[in-house]
């Protein structure tokens, strides 16, 4: 795989009111990005490059906190799925119930903590 550089915002996906992306990688699906009014839809597949000096898991989701209180106040909600299978929903549609004792927000929706524990390993 051949990574170039681009002048890219990393938040240009909120700014997309329809429509679809898809990004492969060798022809394989890696991350599908969709939108349904106003929840944008990102489905990790496969990440085929390796992250590394990433925070520890806690600490990627206490920092979740502003982006999600900032989605909120927009009226928007971005709902991080695994292949397929929702694990994390940030902003307006979020429904804490006991994800709010972890996270300390009540803008922050872990739908399945094991999975959402397996994405963060991958990263």
């Keep these: 795989m051949t990574m170039k550089n681009f002048d890219l915002p990393a938040n240009f996906l909120s700014y997309l009111d329809k429509g679809a992306l898809n990004i492969t990688c060798d022809g394989d699906p890696t991350i599908n990005f969709h939108v349904d009014g106003s929840t944008k ?11 590394t ?5 806690l ?5 979740a906190k502003e982006l999600a209180k900032d ?3 927009k009226k928007t909600t971005i709902e991080v799925r695994f292949r397929g299978e929702p694990v994390l929903k940030l902003g307006e549609k979020a429904n804490p119930k ?23 390993d991958v990263f």
């Design 41 to 51: 839809i990102i489905d990790i597949i496969d990440i085929p490059i390796e992250i």
């Design 71 to 73: 989605l909120t106040q």
């Design 98 to 120: 006991l994800a709010k004792i972890i996270t300390l927000s009540s803008n922050i929706e872990i739908t399945d903590l094991r999975k959402l524990k397996k994405l963060s």
């Design 59 to 63: 600490k990627q989701l206490s920092e």
């Design 53 to 57: 000096k990433m925070p520890g898991f």
